[in-house]
């Protein structure tokens, strides 16, 4: 998989439109967006498969509806994710420092769901 880098200085490496939000527009949509947050709603389908896209943020990911996936960092390089089910019934918060190039394929019969609150001064 090509990074397509910037050509400008950076300390991150991907065009801008690799951002989810660009690339993956589907799984990715914005529900708020100010000067200190974006927050966005990720939904990924039974059997879909993601395009190819980065998350350029630290992020908060509140996971309310799990599914089994694979995580994909290249086409040869991937892991796979159970369902994550909590004893509680509760969502799943989740730290994530940001994320190069991947996409994620929903391998299960259930959608995957959640609310990424991305930081931008972090």
């Known amino acids: 998989m090509e990074n397509n880098k910037k050509t400008e ?4 490496p991907w065009s801008d439109s690799q ?3 660009c690339a993956a527009p ?5 529900l708020l ?7 966005l709603e990720v939904t990924i389908p039974a059997g879909h498969k993601e395009p190819w896209h980065t998350h350029r943020r630290t ?5 309310d509806q799990s599914a089994s996936i ?4 290249s086409e040869n390089d ?3 994710r159970p369902r994550i089910v909590s004893e509680s ?6 730290w994530l420092v940001p994320e190069g190039i991947h996409c994620v394929e929903n391998i299960d019969t259930m959608s995957y769901h959640a609310i990424r609150i991305e930081f931008k001064n972090s």
Do not use: K, T
């Open 9 to 12: 200085s950076s300390d991150w």
């Open 19 to 21: 951002d989810a939000v």
């Open 26 to 30: 589907d799984s990715h949509r914005i």
């Open 33 to 39: 967006e100010n000067e200190l947050v974006r927050v």
């Open 59 to 63: 992020s908060l990911m509140l996971i």
């Open 70 to 73: 694979r995580y994909f960092r």
């Open 78 to 80: 991937f892991d796979e």
């Open 89 to 94: 019934g509760s969502p799943r918060l989740a």
